[in-house]
């Protein structure tokens, strides 16, 4: 009697529990807000690579050209704050056809040019004093933060475009969201179509040549958005 009490007792609390559970209905979208911009600024990171036998030798060398390389620099007027040493490394590299070790140091210089228009005069002063290794360039904006506000702004607009959309042929309405995932990735630029600088190629003739491709660069940020539907 008293178990089938206990039995008739759950199987009531479950009737109660079910009628106050309610189904909300609600359409979850995704968005994506895309801008492209101009970039006003690169960042250059190259290297000053010395080899040689003996390792004190070699790391004298390769400081005096981080010496003349930091010069060419200053003589940009860059801010102090815009350029920096990366990494530095003496490594001995072992030939075993030789039977002895030889030694590799390098130092590696990160550098922010705020001023597009010098970009050619920078490389080739890096270049003649010392840096023989140019590891990436990347195109930037000074004003990305402003950008990515942009363009989350437009991937939620589209989000609740989507939205409306899907809920078009129904007797409802996108109501409030109830909750917003941001899905974008980490931005690494990239140039998406060329837009050409050109040099001349010595003091002596009036030819020039293209040396940089700006481009453009794509500002990307991804949500996913779930609504209530009235």
């Known amino acids: 009697m008293k178990k089938s009490l206990i039995i008739l007792a759950v199987l009531f609390m479950a009737v109660l529990n079910a009628q106050e559970t309610k189904l909300v209905p609600q359409i979850s979208v995704s968005g994506e807000g895309k801008i492209k911009v101009i970039p006003d600024q690169a960042l250059i ?3 000053v690579e010395t080899k040689g036998i003996v390792a004190k030798d070699v790391k004298r060398i390769n400081d005096n050209q981080v010496e003349a390389v930091l010069k060419v620099i200053k003589k ?3 801010s102090p704050a815009d350029y920096k040493t990366q990494r530095v490394a003496l490594n001995p590299q072992y030939d075993y056809e030789k039977k002895k070790h030889n030694y590799n140091a390098t130092q590696t210089i990160e550098i922010t040019l705020r001023d597009l228009s010098k970009y050619d005069e920078l490389m080739e002063g890096l270049v003649d004093n010392g840096i023989n290794k140019i590891d990436n360039v990347t195109f930037q904006s000074s004003k990305m933060a402003q950008y990515e506000s942009e363009a989350r702004k437009l991937a939620m ?3 609740k475009l989507k939205a409306e959309d899907y809920v078009s042929v129904l007797v409802q309405k996108v109501g409030k969201a109830v909750s917003v995932t941001d ?3 980490g931005y690494h630029p990239q140039p998406v179509y060329a837009r050409m600088k050109t040099m001349a190629m010595n003091d002596n003739e009036s030819t020039t040549r293209e ?3 700006a481009g453009e660069i794509e ?3 991804n949500v996913n958005v779930s609504f209530l539907l009235e």
């Open 211 to 213: 040396t940089l491709a």
């Open 45 to 47: 990171t190259a290297t």
């Open 76 to 78: 940009m007027n860059l």
């Open 219 to 221: 500002i990307t940020a």
């Open 157 to 159: 607009k589209e989000a």
């Open 183 to 185: 899905n974008s990735q």
